[in-house]
């Protein structure tokens, strides 16, 4: 899953980025508002962490922003204010929680987790079957024909990115950016070489395959 962070304290920001990457989340951060919205428009992610006192456009305007382009991706905000007024008008302007600073990491990481739990009952079934393979995006468990399958963080990450674009080619870039937030020219071979092992996992023992290459462009994930 990909998570947008706005906050303009770089060493908040760079210390949030490495705590949601080791947990497993795909991250791109913004240090003020106007990258952030940019980013918010233009991007597709599964929730927004925002500060609202930011340089160019503050928290609340981006909230107000994104909300009427109709996006729905949970917004969790952080802030200094922490007075009831402040976290009320935080939420009425459409945020969907709201953590003072300073916080724990292992509160906002549980609200992050729980803001996606939300998002999934509300979106999407948190199971995803294909063929004989079920995949629970709230528990990460992956099984086929029965067959719990163990799978890493990232190849989890990859799976995951391939169902939600079920039946349609992906090319190796923009699984790059948005698996590993790298730039693919740099690390072409990264992404072959994760496919590969996820379709040992996935495919590797079973007559009908499910991950398969797009000669020259990229994969799919379908049954055939």
């Known amino acids: 899953m990909k998570i947008l ?18 947990a497993g989340f795909v991250v791109d951060t ?3 508002g106007l990258d952030g919205q940019h980013l918010a428009l233009t991007e597709k992610y599964d929730l927004i962490i925002l500060d609202i006192m930011l340089p160019f ?15 729905a991706t949970p917004i969790l905000l952080l802030s200094a204010l922490d007075k009831t007024q402040d976290k009320v008008k935080g939420l009425d302007t459409g945020a969907d929680d ?12 549980a609200r992050v987790r729980s803001l996606l739990r939300r998002k999934g ?6 199971n995803i079957e294909i063929g004989d393979l079920s995949v629970d995006l709230i528990k990460r468990v992956v099984s086929r024909n029965g067959k719990k399958i163990d799978l890493t963080n990232k190849e989890f990450l990859l799976l995951e990115f391939l169902l939600s674009y079920k039946g349609e080619v992906v090319t190796r870039s923009l ?3 948005n698996v590993w937030d790298i730039n693919f020219d740099s690390d072409r071979n990264v992404i ?13 023992g079973f007559e009908k395959k499910l991950i398969h290459t797009v000669r020259g ?6 049954l055939r």
Not at 99 to 109: I, M, R, S, T, W
């Open 175 to 177: 699984i790059a950016s």
């Open 98 to 109: 709201y953590l003072a600073k300073p916080f724990d990491f292992a509160e906002l990481l």
């Open 30 to 32: 913004a240090v003020d």
């Open 57 to 71: 456009i503050d928290g609340l305007k981006l909230i107000q922003t994104i909300r009427e382009e109709n996006i």
């Open 5 to 22: 962070i706005v906050e303009d304290e770089i060493k908040l920001g760079n210390y949030l980025k490495q705590g949601l990457n080791e």
């Open 217 to 222: 462009i990229g994969y799919i994930l379908e």
């Open 192 to 204: 072959d070489t994760m496919v590969k092992r996820l379709r040992s996992k996935i495919d590797c």
């Open 121 to 126: 009952k509300e979106i999407k079934q948190p």
